[in-house]
């Protein structure tokens, strides 16, 4: 019998498409280093933030929490990327002439700062790729339609008439080509004049229209390549985006025992522990230096007749 992944969104503020330097604020103390930067695959090597945790009491900003004097290097083999501080405090660039980043290898990366040391690694999983989007019969289970993707379409995606989905219409399910051990899925709304599905939703998640434009899931494991994402993580009309990411050890070890994922709980084993702090998988300091590879899906959401004429 195959098994499927329900994705429950945790209706946070979407950490897979954040700004880097924005996981971390003002967190606890017993570490001062913190690191942050996360490795896409086939992309080039990202921008790295170091910051230091400020005393009990202190408001937090960016420019207080930087450290404009670190020395950052990323190792991948023999090759050393030296990065140049930013004029931004505590935001670190990569070489010009650095490379794509690759699948399935390892980075290091090493900080210092006054004598002290910060060390991590990540492996980088294999290339995420999204086999098919499908709309299912509720009721046979059967498909009814499969959509098109970019890579056969490109932005087209956006008028084919087989990626136009009426809300509550249907199933939505997500076919992968497995990547990697543990994944993590967000949806963006693209339009900037999208209208809420649901008047109610702001009250019912407590997150500002702004805030529901970009959801996420917790971290799951999609043992069968089979995902399917749920209408009521669906809040906006218009254009829409799916990501899908594979994630490494770190990144899924800080999604699953992160604060908001804490609140929201999980399900399928793979989240929902009590947790009494995030896992970093830093040496001398705490923080996320990971890595994911991702695939994309976009299509369109149309208002119900009933909910048109609302």
Same mark, same amino acid.
């Given at each position: 019998?195959?098994?499927?992944?329900?994705?429950? +969104?945790?209706?946070?503020?979407?950490?897979? *498409?954040?700004?880097?330097?924005?996981?971390?604020?003002?967190?606890?103390?017993?570490? *001062?280093?913190?690191?942050?930067?996360?490795?896409?695959?086939?992309?080039?090597?990202?921008?790295?933030?170091?910051?230091?945790?400020?005393?009990?009491?202190?408001?937090?900003?960016?420019?207080?929490?930087?450290?404009?004097?670190?020395?950052?290097?990323?190792?991948?083999?023999?090759?050393? $990327? #030296?990065?140049?501080?930013?004029?931004?405090?505590?935001?670190?660039?990569?070489?010009?002439?650095?490379?794509?980043?690759?699948?399935?290898?390892?980075?290091?990366?090493?900080? #210092?700062?006054?004598?002290?040391?910060?060390?991590?690694?990540?492996?980088?999983?294999?290339?995420?790729?999204?086999?098919?989007?499908?709309?299912?019969?509720?009721?046979?289970? #059967?498909?009814?339609?499969?959509?098109?993707?970019?890579?056969?379409?490109?932005?087209?995606?956006?008028?084919?008439? #087989?990626?136009?989905?009426?809300? +509550?219409?249907?199933?939505?399910?997500?076919?992968? *080509?497995?990547?990697?051990?543990?994944?993590?899925?967000?949806?963006?709304?693209?339009?900037?004049?999208?209208?809420? +599905?649901?008047?109610?939703?702001?009250?019912?998640?407590?997150?500002?229209?702004?805030?529901?434009?970009?959801?996420?899931?917790?971290?799951?494991?999609?043992?069968?390549?089979?995902?399917?994402?749920?209408?009521?993580?669906?809040?906006?009309?218009?254009?829409?985006?799916?990501?899908?990411?594979?994630?490494?050890?770190?990144?899924?070890?800080?999604?699953?025992?992160?604060?908001?994922?804490?609140?929201?709980?999980?399900?399928?084993?793979?989240?929902?522990?009590?947790?009494?702090?995030? $896992?970093?998988?830093?040496?001398?300091?705490?923080?996320?230096?990971?890595?994911?590879?991702?695939?994309?899906?976009? $299509?369109?959401? +149309?208002?119900?007749?009933?909910?048109?004429?609302?």
């Amino acid at each position: 019998m195959v098994r499927y992944v329900f994705i429950i +969104l945790c209706l946070i503020a979407c950490a897979a *498409e954040r700004q880097p330097g924005e996981l971390f604020g003002s967190v606890e103390e017993g570490s *001062e280093l913190v690191v942050d930067g996360v490795l896409i695959v086939d992309r080039p090597l990202p921008e790295l933030f170091v910051r230091r945790i400020l005393p009990p009491g202190q408001t937090y900003s960016r420019d207080a929490a930087g450290v404009p004097d670190a020395q950052v290097r990323v190792f991948q083999g023999d090759q050393v $990327f #030296e990065y140049a501080s930013d004029p931004a405090p505590g935001r670190y660039l990569p070489p010009p002439e650095a490379p794509l980043v690759q699948t399935t290898t390892e980075y290091r990366l090493e900080v #210092e700062v006054e004598g002290k040391t910060v060390r991590a690694s990540t492996t980088t999983p294999e290339r995420m790729r999204v086999q098919q989007m499908v709309l299912l019969d509720e009721d046979t289970q #059967e498909i009814v339609r499969t959509l098109k993707s970019f890579a056969e379409v490109g932005d087209e995606v956006y008028t084919a008439p #087989e990626n136009q989905l009426t809300h +509550l219409e249907g199933l939505i399910e997500i076919h992968l *080509e497995k990547a990697g051990e543990a994944y993590q899925a967000a949806l963006f709304t693209l339009e900037e004049d999208a209208q809420l +599905l649901d008047e109610d939703f702001i009250e019912i998640y407590d997150r500002t229209p702004e805030d529901l434009r970009a959801n996420q899931s917790p971290p799951f494991a999609a043992s069968d390549g089979i995902v399917r994402w749920p209408w009521f993580a669906v809040v906006y009309t218009g254009r829409s985006l799916i990501k899908v990411y594979a994630v490494d050890h770190n990144w899924f070890e800080y999604a699953r025992s992160s604060p908001e994922q804490q609140e929201q709980g999980g399900f399928g084993g793979m989240a929902g522990d009590n947790f009494d702090r995030p $896992f970093f998988q830093v040496e001398g300091g705490i923080g996320l230096f990971g890595s994911a590879s991702v695939d994309s899906v976009g $299509f369109v959401v +149309l208002p119900r007749q009933a909910e048109s004429s609302d």
